[in-house]
Protein backbone atom coordinates (compact mmCIF):
# COMPACT_ATOMS: atom_id res chain seq x y z
CA UNK A 1 0.00 0.00 0.00
CA UNK A 2 1.00 3.81 -0.90
CA UNK A 3 2.09 5.17 2.86
CA UNK A 4 1.15 9.40 2.41
CA UNK A 5 4.28 11.42 3.06
CA UNK A 6 1.97 13.97 4.57
CA UNK A 7 0.17 13.63 7.90
CA UNK A 8 -3.29 13.45 8.68
CA UNK A 9 -4.51 16.16 11.21
CA UNK A 10 -6.90 15.42 13.82
CA UNK A 11 -8.64 18.52 15.37
CA UNK A 12 -10.35 19.32 18.06
CA UNK A 13 -12.61 22.25 19.31
CA UNK A 14 -13.59 24.12 22.06
CA UNK A 15 -13.61 22.06 25.50
CA UNK A 16 -12.33 19.02 24.10
CA UNK A 17 -9.26 19.55 26.69
CA UNK A 18 -11.70 19.21 29.45
CA UNK A 19 -12.63 15.38 27.96
CA UNK A 20 -12.40 13.01 30.82
CA UNK A 21 -13.49 15.40 33.03
CA UNK A 22 -16.54 16.88 31.60
CA UNK A 23 -20.05 15.42 31.38
CA UNK A 24 -18.48 11.85 31.03
CA UNK A 25 -21.93 10.71 31.14
CA UNK A 26 -21.92 11.89 27.43
CA UNK A 27 -18.33 11.96 26.38
CA UNK A 28 -16.62 9.49 28.51
CA UNK A 29 -13.60 8.97 30.94
CA UNK A 30 -11.26 9.13 28.35
CA UNK A 31 -8.71 12.13 27.87
CA UNK A 32 -8.01 13.72 24.81
CA UNK A 33 -4.09 13.02 25.93
CA UNK A 34 -5.45 9.25 25.75
CA UNK A 35 -7.13 9.84 22.54
CA UNK A 36 -3.90 11.19 20.83
CA UNK A 37 -1.89 8.27 22.15
CA UNK A 38 -4.39 5.73 20.72
CA UNK A 39 -4.84 7.48 17.41
CA UNK A 40 -0.62 7.96 17.25
CA UNK A 41 -0.29 4.20 17.47
CA UNK A 42 -3.17 3.50 15.46
CA UNK A 43 -1.55 5.65 12.66
CA UNK A 44 1.67 3.75 13.37
CA UNK A 45 0.22 0.57 12.70
CA UNK A 46 -1.36 2.09 9.35
CA UNK A 47 1.56 3.88 8.03
CA UNK A 48 0.50 7.25 8.45
CA UNK A 49 1.71 10.03 10.79
CA UNK A 50 -0.01 12.58 12.39
CA UNK A 51 -0.82 16.18 13.61
CA UNK A 52 -3.13 16.21 16.98
CA UNK A 53 -4.31 19.54 17.73
CA UNK A 54 -7.23 20.92 19.95
CA UNK A 55 -8.10 24.55 20.34
CA UNK A 56 -10.76 26.48 22.71
CA UNK A 57 -10.52 29.31 19.51
CA UNK A 58 -12.16 29.20 16.27
CA UNK A 59 -9.02 30.93 14.42
CA UNK A 60 -6.54 28.73 15.86
CA UNK A 61 -8.61 25.79 14.41
CA UNK A 62 -9.33 27.82 10.24
CA UNK A 63 -5.07 28.30 10.52
CA UNK A 64 -4.76 24.35 11.39
CA UNK A 65 -6.71 24.12 8.24
CA UNK A 66 -4.78 26.51 6.31
CA UNK A 67 -1.60 24.80 7.07
CA UNK A 68 -3.18 21.28 6.49
CA UNK A 69 -3.74 22.94 2.35
CA UNK A 70 -0.02 22.88 1.97
CA UNK A 71 1.33 19.97 4.94
CA UNK A 72 -1.70 17.52 5.45
CA UNK A 73 -3.00 14.81 3.14
CA UNK A 74 -6.61 14.65 5.54
CA UNK A 75 -7.98 16.04 8.36
CA UNK A 76 -10.37 14.35 10.56
CA UNK A 77 -12.40 17.12 12.92
CA UNK A 78 -14.08 17.40 15.44
CA UNK A 79 -15.43 20.78 15.86
CA UNK A 80 -17.27 20.68 18.81
CA UNK A 81 -19.86 23.21 19.24
CA UNK A 82 -18.17 24.96 16.38
CA UNK A 83 -20.25 22.25 14.60
CA UNK A 84 -22.93 23.76 14.62
CA UNK A 85 -21.59 27.86 14.23
CA UNK A 86 -18.71 28.02 11.98
CA UNK A 87 -18.92 29.29 8.70
CA UNK A 88 -15.27 30.12 8.73
CA UNK A 89 -14.38 26.42 9.48
CA UNK A 90 -16.87 25.02 6.53
CA UNK A 91 -15.15 27.86 4.22
CA UNK A 92 -11.34 26.96 5.36
CA UNK A 93 -11.93 23.18 4.69
CA UNK A 94 -13.43 24.18 1.18
CA UNK A 95 -9.96 25.22 0.88
CA UNK A 96 -8.53 21.60 1.41
CA UNK A 97 -8.14 19.57 -1.51
CA UNK A 98 -7.80 16.34 0.42
CA UNK A 99 -10.33 13.99 2.59
CA UNK A 100 -11.97 15.48 5.67
CA UNK A 101 -13.93 13.19 8.26
CA UNK A 102 -16.24 14.70 10.81
CA UNK A 103 -16.08 13.16 13.93
CA UNK A 104 -18.01 13.27 17.09
CA UNK A 105 -17.93 11.35 20.38
CA UNK A 106 -21.71 11.57 21.01
CA UNK A 107 -25.01 11.06 18.52
CA UNK A 108 -25.16 14.43 18.14
CA UNK A 109 -28.70 13.39 16.70
CA UNK A 110 -29.98 12.04 20.02
CA UNK A 111 -29.35 15.61 21.52
CA UNK A 112 -30.59 19.43 21.64
CA UNK A 113 -32.34 20.25 18.18
CA UNK A 114 -29.50 22.94 17.77
CA UNK A 115 -26.74 20.08 17.75
CA UNK A 116 -28.63 18.72 15.01
CA UNK A 117 -26.95 20.71 12.26
CA UNK A 118 -23.70 20.85 10.85
CA UNK A 119 -21.71 23.41 8.40
CA UNK A 120 -18.72 20.48 8.46
CA UNK A 121 -20.90 18.12 7.15
CA UNK A 122 -21.45 20.37 3.93
CA UNK A 123 -17.41 19.56 3.15
CA UNK A 124 -17.06 16.07 5.13
CA UNK A 125 -16.61 13.34 3.05
CA UNK A 126 -17.77 11.09 5.97
CA UNK A 127 -19.46 11.45 9.59
CA UNK A 128 -18.76 9.61 12.39
CA UNK A 129 -21.17 10.14 15.42
CA UNK A 130 -21.97 8.21 18.65
CA UNK A 131 -18.61 5.87 18.61
CA UNK A 132 -17.41 7.34 21.51
CA UNK A 133 -13.59 8.19 21.21
CA UNK A 134 -13.46 5.18 19.14
CA UNK A 135 -14.44 7.41 16.13
CA UNK A 136 -11.48 8.60 15.54
CA UNK A 137 -9.77 5.10 15.29
CA UNK A 138 -12.69 4.93 12.76
CA UNK A 139 -12.04 8.15 11.31
CA UNK A 140 -7.95 7.09 10.89
CA UNK A 141 -8.91 3.71 9.22
CA UNK A 142 -10.79 5.33 6.94
CA UNK A 143 -8.58 8.23 5.99
CA UNK A 144 -6.37 5.82 5.39
CA UNK A 145 -8.82 3.77 2.73
CA UNK A 146 -9.04 7.27 1.01
CA UNK A 147 -5.62 7.64 0.71
CA UNK A 148 -5.14 5.07 -1.19
Not at 34 to 56: K, M, P, W, Y
Request: aromatic share 6%.
Amino acid sequence: MQVPKKPVYILNGPNLNLLGKRQPEIYGRETLADVADRCAALAEDLGLTIRFHQSNHEGAIVDWVHEAREQGAAIIINPAAYTHTSVAILDALHAFEGPVLEVHISNVHKREGFRHHSYVSLRADGVIAGFGTEGYLLALRRAKTLLN
